[in-house]
């Protein structure tokens, strides 16, 4: 039997207290799936250290592009720009340094082609890009004739070109690695017979 209530107090129905399930923010679900999809991008774009802002959205759209041919020649073409600005600001070795980036995804790109057209693009620009650089370590590693060269740049700049003249290549690509193959090769020989035709 129910004691009677007391005089001057209300009897309150007993009520459910909330639990935690009922007190969830409806918005934390959608903001923890935002927040995990942004930290993969972030990852994403820290590995792929992109040089510019352009090249932000080209490590975009090579994570999740499913033509991977694309995106990567886009990048090796932006990273051939950044090297091209670096040798006309003076810095050697950033330039060096960005084209050697540039052959890296040309010839990822190269990995990636679905045709003969695509195949070619990126070999022309990697093989560009590659007689860019030995272009570049040729004229840091000569020297004026009363100091020596630097035989160890120049010998690596002439392995480059060899292994452009490797591979098919267009008429003109090939032509300028015969020739610049040629300059290194002179500079390489000793003292006067770097004029003396062989």
Same mark, same amino acid.
């Given at each position: 039997?129910?004691?009677?209530?007391?005089?001057?107090?209300?009897?309150?129905?007993?009520?459910?207290?909330?639990?935690?399930?009922?007190?969830?923010?409806?918005?934390?679900?959608?903001?923890?799936? /935002?927040?995990? /999809?942004?930290?993969?991008?972030?990852?994403?774009?820290?590995?792929?250290?992109?040089?510019?802002?352009?090249? /932000?959205?080209?490590?975009?759209?090579? *994570?999740?592009?499913?033509?991977?041919?694309?995106? @990567?020649?886009?990048?090796? %073409?932006?990273?051939?720009?950044?090297?091209? @600005?670096?040798?006309?600001?003076?810095?050697? *070795?950033?330039?060096?340094?960005?084209?050697?980036?540039?052959?890296?995804?040309?010839?990822?790109?190269?990995?990636?082609?679905?045709?003969?057209?695509?195949?070619?693009?990126?070999?022309?620009?990697?093989?560009?890009?590659?007689?860019?650089?030995?272009?570049?370590?040729?004229?840091?590693?000569?020297?004026?004739?009363?100091?020596?060269?630097?035989?160890? /740049?120049?010998?690596? *700049?002439?392995?480059?070109?060899?292994?452009?003249?490797?591979?098919?290549?267009?008429?003109?690509?090939?032509?300028?690695?015969?020739?610049? *193959?040629?300059?290194?090769?002179?500079?390489? %020989?000793?003292?006067?017979?770097?004029?003396?035709?062989?």
């Amino acid at each position: 039997m129910d004691a009677p209530a007391l005089p001057g107090t209300t009897q309150l129905a007993a009520t459910r207290s909330p639990g935690p399930r009922d007190r969830r923010d409806p918005w934390v679900a959608g903001g923890l799936v /935002v927040l995990g /999809v942004m930290t993969v991008l972030a990852i994403l774009l820290y590995r792929a250290s992109p040089q510019t802002a352009g090249e /932000v959205g080209s490590a975009a759209l090579v *994570a999740v592009a499913p033509d991977a041919f694309t995106p @990567r020649i886009s990048r090796a %073409r932006e990273r051939v720009s950044a090297a091209q @600005r670096a040798r006309a600001a003076g810095d050697t *070795a950033g330039a060096l340094a960005r084209y050697a980036e540039a052959e890296e995804e040309a010839l990822t790109a190269r990995q990636h082609t679905t045709d003969t057209t695509q195949t070619r693009t990126a070999t022309e620009l990697w093989a560009s890009t590659v007689l860019d650089r030995a272009e570049l370590m040729l004229a840091s590693g000569a020297r004026p004739w009363y100091q020596a060269d630097n035989n160890q /740049v120049l010998a690596e *700049a002439l392995a480059s070109v060899r292994r452009v003249q490797a591979v098919p290549l267009a008429a003109p690509t090939r032509a300028r690695a015969e020739s610049l *193959a040629g300059r290194i090769d002179r500079r390489m %020989r000793a003292g006067p017979l770097e004029w003396i035709p062989r």
